[in-house]
């Protein structure tokens, strides 16, 4: 496998595992709320209140399909997912793996700096 295409691939898996590093994160099991509409940009101030009641019922009925949908492309790219990590080979998966690590390690330095910035400069 040429090297250029074993770096690609490499890029794209480690993508694609801090991503779902991330989403795994942020997916947190939370219940749903009460269903809340939002109107699209510029509308609020040009709806009735009528208008504005029709079209988070609207929203409404649209909410749970394309939850179902988004449910569904999830189960897909994990699919996927996993189909590229089949390609490779254990010592690119192990390296793979440091990559996102040390990224994330990277990450947390930054936001630990950023926090301490805003803390320094709240105090000034």
Do not use: C, H
Not at 28 to 37: A, V, Y
Request: without cysteine; charged residues 30%.
């Amino acid at each position: 496998m040429p090297t250029k295409t074993l770096a690609i691939a490499s890029l794209m898996l480690l993508g694609m595992v801090a991503y779902s590093s991330l989403s795994a994160q942020e997916a947190e099991p939370t219940t749903k709320s009460e269903f809340k509409g939002r109107l699209p940009a510029y509308w609020g101030d040009i709806v009735t209140n009528d208008q504005r009641a029709k079209i988070y019922e609207i929203q409404k009925e649209y909410d749970s399909q394309i939850d179902k949908l988004k449910a569904e492309i999830e189960k897909l790219e994990d699919a996927m997912k996993k189909e590229f990590a089949s390609v490779l080979t254990k010592p690119q998966l192990d390296r793979i793996k440091e990559m996102a690590a040390e990224e994330e390690l990277r990450r947390q330095k930054n936001e630990t700096a950023k926090k301490a910035a805003a803390a320094a400069a709240a105090s000034n």
